[in-house]
DNA sequence: CTCAGCCGTTGGATCGATCAAGAGGACGAT
DNA sequence: ATCGTCCTCTTGATCGATCCAACGGCTGAG
């Protein structure tokens, strides 16, 4: 056998190939890279060595030779305890997914909040990655600036709100959208008096959503004064904030900005004996598992997290070859998972 | 200026350091992997260099030199829909944390349920990863066998349930014990008659929770006869499975092995309008986000996967050293937390 | 029969780090 | 004064792939 001389656990390189096809490196490198600069039958040789080394080009090699990593790095956000939102899980799967057909992986790394951007400084210093995916941006976005200005390639899941400026590039869900669906869903299913329970101002993305709720209210010419509470994304906020407008405002369905804060709004209904669905109908917004178990289910804007996913890869594709092609930002709108909870 | 002469996107080099330090490049490199080499004013004046280029090893040329990635694989498998665990990100996250600490990144990858070897032949022979986390071990675990024959270190979270002969280090929750917790929390709280839904039979992991719950009620003498369900992990066949048994057996009290199922049940009981705490105790599995949100809150097993990850990466950090240390697995008890739902 | 032109192939240099071995100086022992 | 040892630092080679420029054989025109 030709290995019989080397160790099991060193893989065939370049140079075994070569040897064993009868030919010199560069070909076999051309055979892998640029198959049409070979004639057939030379080629045919060379992939037979190939296959029957069982060659597969060294990364750190070619790595170092063609300064990319094919590496694309994404910080890991854990969902909180005690939130329904799990929603990296569906989106970091089918980012891998798509990469992989890419020829790309992702490496995840961590970063406290004290300092969000640690890690980035490393792995970009270090070229450990190509590019980086930003999802972070829920509170303004302090590492696409510095990441610009580092020239570091990287795309965003997230609008810049804090800086329309920004010329990455971006891929984001209309959250004004999705609460429009909700609201617009509730009004046909008759309902007028339609509550919203959303975040703090300071959130962007809480505000978005909000204005969708009122959008859809005023189009039919109906109020929202009075309907509207903004609180803390827990399951107990959401609770509170029910009780007070079933009290004050006496609403037929809520709107809320989370899963979390539905089953807040589900608890408080309980709380008073009145059956959700029937009497009073209720919305989330993500379509958690929480939202798809919870007996008879609970209705909620599902965000496209898989459209959002290639879409970012693709963006990424035009951002890594040359010469680097920048798109415009991408706004994908949601669907609602209709479920027992709105009727 | 030094660097002059240099495009400002190409990072400074070792050669630049030991340029502007007025040593030698071998120098710079032990500054960095062995300071304890050189005469402190040396040290001094090459982190000098170092820190004023803002200088980072290149990962591709050290990779390619010591032939190691730091690079761990893990094959990321989602959650699925309709179902309550999403425990892979609690888990995730600790994992990332942990090897960061050591030096090492996590490098995801996909397979597709047809070739469950996919992806990992790859990312080994192109000597992309140093090792392999797998964690997929629910239904035997062919990878095991076949990295073990590909001589490739890795660490498995989950037990070699169809190869005890198996000598790769493990981490693993023991679900017995934590079936056994529920079902005497249960009993402490004066119930006799508890009933368990688990899973299909052929489920290593399923039957292993169960005999925890035999073990408890056999402890104290009580019939397990009639009392148990075996199937799918879907949140109908829990309800459904629920409604037989009360009809049957008139269970007081369910311990299930998940949450998904223990949501059924608890839709079965509000199917008859039992209050679920009060009338009749739950337990799920898993303590997913499901269990912490649903109102009352569902008492649950909660597995510690923070220490489950801490554990890997220990184990890894032996198998990876020189010389290798393959410990011994280990088996991590499992906590209980308890909810309303078990009154 | 010669020579330009073309295609596919070749050897050598290179990416940036580490490994292995050696050079030079300081120091104490002989 | 000489030798050997220790300590610190330097030099040249190397990891495995790709890039570059030049080279070889083949073809067809003159």
């Known amino acids: 056998m030709s290995w019989s001389g080397r160790l099991s ?14 030919v010199s490196r560069q070909t076999v490198s051309n055979a892998v890279n640029n198959p049409e600069l070979l004639r057939p039958d030379t080629l045919a040789r060379v992939q037979d060595a190939i296959a029957e080394l069982g060659y597969s080009p060294n990364r750190a090699a070619r790595n170092l030779r063609t300064r990319a990593s094919h590496l694309i790095g994404l910080k890991f956000n854990p969902a909180q305890e005690g939130t329904a939102n799990a929603a990296m899980d569906r989106f970091v799967h089918t980012l891998v997914e798509t990469s992989g057909e890419s020829g790309y992986h992702i490496l995840l790394f961590s970063g406290s909040i004290a300092d969000p951007l640690g890690g980035y400084d490393d792995l970009l210093r270090s070229t450990a990655v190509d590019a980086f995916i930003v999802t972070d941006t829920y509170l303004g976005n302090p590492q696409a600036a510095w990441l610009t200005s580092r020239r570091a390639p990287f795309v965003a899941f997230g609008r810049p709100w804090d800086n329309p400026d920004a010329t990455h590039p ?10 429009e669906l909700a609201t617009n869903h509730l009004l046909d299913k ?22 969708g709720w009122t959008r859809a209210m005023h189009a039919r010419d109906l109020p929202t004064t009075g309907l509207a509470s903004r609180v803390e994304d827990t399951v107990a906020s959401g609770r509170e904030a029910a009780s007070v407008l079933l009290d004050e405002a006496h609403p037929s369905a809520f709107v809320c900005a989370s899963d979390t804060l539905a089953m807040g709004v589900l608890h408080a209904l309980g709380d ?4 959700w669905g029937q ?21 909620s804007v599902r965000q496209p997290l898989e459209q959002v996913a290639v879409e970012l890869i693709k963006a990424l594709e035009g951002l890594l070859s040359t010469p680097p092609v920048a798109g415009p930002g991408v706004l994908l709108s949601p669907t609602l998972a209709v479920r027992l909870s709105s009727g």
């Open 190 to 211: 008759g309902h007028t008096r339609i509550a919203w329970i959303g975040w703090r101002k300071d959130s962007f993305i809480g505000e978005d959503r909000r204005s």
């Open 9 to 22: 656990v060193t893989p065939p390189t370049l140079a075994d190939v070569a040897e064993r096809a009868g």
């Open 170 to 179: 971006w891929v984001d869900v209309d959250g004004a959208a999705g609460a």
């Open 272 to 275: 008073r004996g009145i059956h």
């Open 279 to 299: 009497d009073v109908a209720v919305v989330g917004f993500d379509d958690s598992q929480v939202a798809q178990v919870v007996p008879g289910g609970l209705t």
